[in-house]
């Protein structure tokens, strides 16, 4: 079984930034796909960036150019840097794995997801 713990969440002040991290352990092989999710209160859960095995990346429109993720596979780790953080980017952030390493913007894309850490910008 493979299991995901998120760490790095808390309450910080419009402008600020906070640095998440995930980590993976479990039965994984080589080549998966890691993804961060959120969810804010009242709305549907939202892919916000996903990272492949070789260090490809996307990132939803809201958080290009403030949010970056990167990855170690060595400490099976993801990580989730946000900058510049607003009110709106107050949720439920989540990492999901997905061992066939494709991905993507679903969240029922991902075999494997944590069980989330609290976001949360005062404006």
């Known amino acids: 079984q493979v299991r995901l713990v998120e760490s790095g969440g ?22 998966y796909g890691m993804g961060w999710f959120r969810q804010a209160p009242g ?7 996903f990272i492949s095995w070789s260090g490809e990346t996307y990132y939803a429109d809201s958080v290009k ?6 990855r170690d596979n060595a400490k099976r780790s993801v990580y989730l840097q946000m900058n510049s953080l607003k009110p709106e980017d107050t949720a439920v952030y989540y ?6 390493g494709r991905g993507g913007v679903s969240w029922y894309g991902y075999e494997y997801r944590g069980q989330g850490t609290q976001v949360t910008v005062s404006s």
Do not use: Y
Request: hydrophobic share 35%; proline share 2%.
């Open 10 to 31: 808390g309450l910080v002040q419009a402008g600020g930034s906070l640095r998440l991290s995930c980590a993976a352990s479990g039965r994984i092989f080589s080549g």
């Open 43 to 49: 709305k549907e859960r939202e892919s916000v960036t």
């Open 65 to 70: 150019g403030r949010f970056t993720v990167s």
């Open 95 to 100: 990492c999901a794995l997905d061992p066939l």
